[in-house]
């Protein structure tokens, strides 16, 4: 069965429509010169010279689908500020749909780094939770969305975008779609219905508890995978690779051997690579093993980053 020729054919990701719902981060880097003490206080000055924006969190994933030619929608909150119009025309640039919401109560997510002589100084975060009325009219839109989506890719950053995600979940399956859920936190019971999660080692650790071996992992990986109903749990497990429970058992795929320049938002390559291969139509294995080979590729570049269908099947 595993050598079945349609297996091995390359999933054709401009017919992959993903539906992206999650936290959005802007992640912003000032660059600069620091050649003198504050007379004000015993810190450095630093001359800012240079300035780059990226996208982050859901955002990150959205422009990781994007990037492999899905066409992409992304759900989200931000506020009405100068970040959130410099996320929107971000995304915009990425190819991406956004639909945002904007909250004038809060801010827009930002992680602001301040480098200078290649080193990090300080980073300044920016976060508030979305209010409850933005949250409601957020799972409207979510039903609106649907009807357009092979797949569905909750990306939970823990900041409060997804309050309704176990509705959201509920409502997905009803559709027949496809519910992807990259987790957070220490309880799982929002996600029960999905059909894949997938943690770190550190997040399946924080739910399951800390594992003995790779049998005793296996044990609590599908007792976990068992009690929320899911097709599956996808364990990625940073240089190792990744781990694939089903109902079939477990499949380990290696991690494949490069420079690691930057292991930033490989999750979300990874992630956003399985929804949209099985967008597109393949196997969850396949599709399994190019989100992880995705992965591999993405910890070589700099700072959180996408990477093209090419650049995957080359
Ligand atoms: N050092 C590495 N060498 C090769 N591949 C790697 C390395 N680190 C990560 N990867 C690839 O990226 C995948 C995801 O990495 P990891 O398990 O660290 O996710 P993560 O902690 O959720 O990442 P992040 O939260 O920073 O996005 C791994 O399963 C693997 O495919
Ligand atoms: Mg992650």
Redesign the pocket.
């Known amino acids: 069965m595993k050598t079945l020729p349609t297996r091995k054919r390359v999933p054709d990701t401009k017919k992959a429509r993903v539906l992206v719902v999650g936290d959005v981060m802007l992640d912003r880097y000032w660059f600069g010169d620091a050649s003198r003490i504050s007379p004000e206080a015993p810190v450095p000055v630093v001359l800012i010279v240079r300035e780059e924006a990226r996208l982050g969190a859901a955002a990150?994933v959205a422009h990781n689908c994007a990037a492999l030619g899905a066409r992409t929608q992304l759900l989200s909150v931000i506020g009405r500020d100068e970040n959130g119009e410099l996320l929107v025309k971000l995304v915009r640039e990425k190819g991406i749909q956004g639909s945002f919401h904007r909250d004038p109560k809060i801010r827009t997510t930002v992680k602001l780094r301040v480098v200078a002589r290649q080193q990090q100084l300080l980073r300044l975060d920016f976060e508030t939770q979305p209010s409850r009325e933005v949250l409601a009219s957020k799972l409207a839109d979510f039903s609106q969305a649907l009807p357009a989506c092979e797949v569905v890719i909750l990306s939970d950053y823990g900041k409060g975008g997804l309050t309704h995600i176990a509705r959201m979940i509920r409502l997905a399956r009803e559709a027949g779609k496809q519910v992807l859920v990259?987790p957070k936190g220490d309880d799982y019971s929002r996600y029960k219905g999905a059909h894949v999660v997938?943690?770190?080692?550190?997040?399946l650790r924080e739910v399951v508890g800390r594992w003995k071996s790779e049998a005793d992992l296996e044990r609590r990986a599908q007792r976990l995978r068992k009690k929320l109903a899911l097709q599956a749990l996808l364990?990625?497990?940073?240089?190792?690779?990744?781990t694939l429970y089903t109902a079939g058992g477990a499949v380990h795929?290696k991690?494949?051997?490069?420079e690691?320049y930057d292991?930033?938002?490989?999750?979300?390559?990874?992630i956003a690579t399985l929804g949209t291969m099985l967008a597109a139509g393949a196997r969850l294995e396949q599709a399994v093993r190019l989100?992880?080979?995705?992965?591999?590729i993405?910890?070589?570049k700099v700072g959180?980053a996408a990477i093209s269908r090419k650049e995957l099947f080359a």
């Open positions: 990150n990259d997938t943690p770190n080692q550190a997040e364990l990625t497990r940073g240089k190792d690779g990744v795929v991690s494949e051997e490069r690691v292991v930033s938002g490989a999750g979300d390559t990874v989100a992880n080979r995705a992965g591999g993405v910890v070589g959180t």
